[in-house]
């Protein structure tokens, strides 16, 4: 597993990193045994980072990342707080803070948290001193280790790289949604903010898998969310509508090498990206987290490959989402 170093993390990491959304809820059902399954099944390819956060299942995504941290060393834990309330800056206050990282301090079974990160908050968080003066004292407590931020936009994230604790910022990359590319990554590397890449499959557009007829589980966020009703549309086929989404695959196949899938495609051309500490594909099963953490010893795509990327973003989904986010 090729490895890359977050300087303010003070931590190296493998290239693929595990998501645990799956693991807790609105993908469909994933019992217990299959999850610790998954689990497992990363770490024993070399698989260092695992992401969850405390509203994935209320609490089920933790409490499995927890069982599983036990069993297993050298592991780094990310979660992430703030979306189990109100999205009102009023609500991220210390107190809050305070009884967030209580909370998944006890799921994960951990005295100090690896990696906290807000949640996507509202963008005035990003501005507020009083936030980030909350989280330097949870480190100066050692609730947690170090703390970053979850993104919605590339100007959010350039705000929380500004701030001098912010370790990481987890973003939204992949080969539908390339605007981070241009300042975010440049910004996080000069200032030694680690970038960990989110929604790399697009919801599993980019999987290859999907066809006009797919249909996904009512209690799927594909189903649920797909025009914004529930979270921020981005969050969901990366905000970009499903028949483009399918189309843009279609065009995108000439480019993967022989013996490749298109997922390993898709997450090698984000690993390949300067700036990209860790990508975080999610996983159902232990076939399907294999498959990703195979990524991480694959070599880097041609230049071609890179140029056809550009080429069908720029043609097909510049106009649907370079602005939006």
């Given amino acids: 597993m090729e490895t890359r170093n977050i300087d303010r993390l003070n931590r190296t990491t493998g290239v693929i990193g595990l998501g645990c959304w799956q693991l807790g809820a609105d993908w469909g059902e994933v019992d217990e045994a299959d999850a610790m399954a998954v689990l497992h099944a990363a770490a024993d390819d070399g698989v260092t980072f695992f992401d969850t956060a405390d509203v994935y299942g209320d609490g089920r995504s933790e409490t499995l990342v927890g069982r599983f941290r036990a069993e297993r060393d050298g592991v780094t834990v990310a979660t992430k707080m703030g979306r189990r309330v109100e999205q009102t800056p009023e609500n991220y206050t210390a107190a809050n803070f305070t009884a967030w990282v209580d909370r998944s301090r006890r799921n994960l079974g951990m005295d100090t948290l690896d990696l906290v990160q807000l949640h996507c908050p509202p963008t005035p968080v990003y501005a507020d001193d009083a936030v980030f003066d909350a989280l330097d004292a949870l480190v100066e407590k050692q609730a947690i280790a170090a703390y970053g931020v979850s993104v919605e936009t590339c100007e959010q994230a350039l705000t929380a790289i500004a701030r001098p604790g912010v370790a990481t ?44 007829d797919t249909t996904f589980a009512q209690d799927d966020h594909r189903t649920y969310n797909r025009h914004g009703e529930a979270f921020d549309v981005g969050e969901t086929f990366s905000g970009v509508p499903y028949d483009v989404g399918l189309e843009a695959v279609s065009r995108l196949r000439a480019a993967v090498p022989d013996g490749w899938t298109m997922a390993q495609f898709a997450l090698r051309w984000i690993a390949d990206q300067p700036g990209v500490s860790v990508v975080i594909p999610g996983a159902r099963n232990p076939e399907q987290a294999h498959a990703n953490t195979s990524v991480g010893s694959l070599p880097r795509l041609s230049d071609d490959a890179h140029a056809t990327v550009r080429a069908v973003y720029d043609d097909l989904v510049r106009p649907l989402v370079h602005d939006r986010w």
């Fill in 169 to 212: 910022v987890q973003i939204i990359l992949n080969c539908l949604r390339l605007k981070p590319l241009e300042r975010v990554l440049p910004a996080a590397t000069d200032a030694g903010v680690g970038v960990i890449a989110r929604v790399p499959l697009a919801s599993g557009l980019l999987s290859g898998r999907y066809t006009a």
